[in-house]
């Protein structure tokens, strides 16, 4: 699973990358401070298991915590896109290159309005201006990836396989394209799309298959509720506040020890008296602004996991009665699957050879068997039974 966080310049992308890998990156107040795309990891959260059945789990692909399993997620932040990026303006396609693969988008905009879609600084700008150029400069990519090779899929006896493989560095599959095409009334048999017709098949390929949620960052600043609130009025759901500076600082202070603070936590705990007067101030401000509801940071990860990629956690066991690996691990492994998802897929997510022998689970919490296409729920203990080793 990948996600990728977009935006114009100067918007707080890498902060927020910064703040949920805890990776030191460029971060400066000017546009293309990324050059390289910044690749690392976050972790989504979810309470484990273990609480409910009294044991102490051994996690082996991911941890916990006090109880809460923290899954890690891949995460790539890209330099700051502005108008013409497709066309090779700014950091061009080398940069929405690397977010081919992507499974969905954070666009990042500046909550307070004190930035341009170019980064530059304004007194009033519009966030809502920044996502619609972030959209269409990612619609114009996909569109110009596809024009670029219309004279091969137009010649093609085959318009749909001919399609496919132009886009095969999409991480798409087949069907996606189908009900794309079908959605715009596009045929796939004889591929002969106009401008038009190429965008508008673009722009109904990309926004479903690659979810968007848009992050209205440096919400600790002045003007940010208000511009959130006309945001949210706009995109309704698909829109999250965040404070990445503030929880930068938090998990930095964090990791050198002088306060003990959780990620989406509201509160923190002073470990170090002895701080300056100085770090007391920005401490005691830091305290105030996440009582009501912390920095939200933690919960867009975990939003664009379970909700906007509606993933689940299911926990394989090979000893339903421990709940253990065979070396004795408790709970080893949390698995993201999509909900929807069978006993069978998740055999496959293990090992194929796994999939293939499958003869049928076991819910380590009832006993009970379960057919291979049992679907799947949040939290399942499971078993797999196979002729595999």
Not at 13 to 18: A, I, N, P, V
Not at 43 to 69: D, F, K, Q, W
Not at 142 to 167: D, F, P, Q
Not at 382 to 388: E, G, M, P, Q
Request: charged residues 25%; hydrophobic residues 40%; proline residues 4%.
């Amino acid at each position: 699973m990948l996600i990728g966080i977009i935006g114009a310049p100067n918007k707080g992308k890498s902060t927020l990358f910064s703040a949920i890998t805890l990776h030191d990156v460029a971060i400066a107040n000017y546009p293309f401070t990324t050059v390289d795309p910044n690749k690392g990891v976050a972790y989504a959260t979810a309470t484990c298991p273990e609480t409910e059945l009294g044991l102490h789990c051994r996690a082996r692909n991911s941890m916990c915590i006090n109880g809460v399993r923290m899954l890690p997620i891949n995460i790539v932040d890209v330099a700051g896109l502005v108008e013409g990026a497709h066309e090779g303006r700014g950091m061009g396609n080398q940069f929405l290159n690397d977010l081919s693969t992507a499974d969905a988008f954070l666009i990042v905009v500046d909550a307070s309005g004190k930035t341009s879609s170019s980064g530059n600084p304004c007194d009033s700008c519009n966030p809502i201006d920044d996502v619609t150029m972030v959209k269409d400069e990612l619609i114009e990519w996909v569109a110009g990836i596809i024009s670029s090779h219309m004279r091969v899929i137009t010649h093609s006896a085959n318009g749909l396989e001919a399609l496919e493989n132009v886009l095969s560095g999409l991480k798409l599959r087949r069907g996606d394209i189908e009900r794309a095409a079908a959605k715009r009334s596009l045929p796939l048999d004889k591929i002969e799309w106009d401008e038009d017709g190429i965008r508008a098949f673009s722009e109904e390929l990309l926004f479903s298959t690659k979810r968007v949620m848009v992050v209205a960052n440096k919400y600790d600043e002045p003007g940010a509720e208000r511009n959130f609130a006309e945001l949210k009025k706009n995109l309704g759901e698909d829109a999250e506040w965040a404070s990445a500076a503030i929880e930068l600082a938090l998990r930095k202070a964090a990791h050198q020890g002088v306060i003990a603070y959780e990620p989406g936590a509201t509160e923190f705990k002073l470990l170090k008296p002895d701080v300056s007067q100085e770090q007391r101030r920005a401490l005691d401000y830091m305290a105030d602004f996440i009582k009501p509801g912390g920095t939200n940071v933690q919960n867009i990860i975990n939003k664009a996991v379970f909700g906007l990629l509606d993933c689940i956690v299911v926990y394989p066991v090979e000893d339903e009665h421990k709940y253990t690996d065979h070396f004795g691990n408790v709970l080893p492994d949390a698995i993201l699957v999509k909900r929807g998802s069978t006993a069978q897929d998740l055999a496959a997510a293990i090992h194929t050879d796994l999939a293939q022998g499958m003869l049928y689970a076991i819910d380590a919490r009832t006993k009970m068997r379960l057919a291979k296409n049992y679907v799947l729920k949040n939290n399942d203990i499971i078993k797999i039974v196979s002729t595999a080793k």
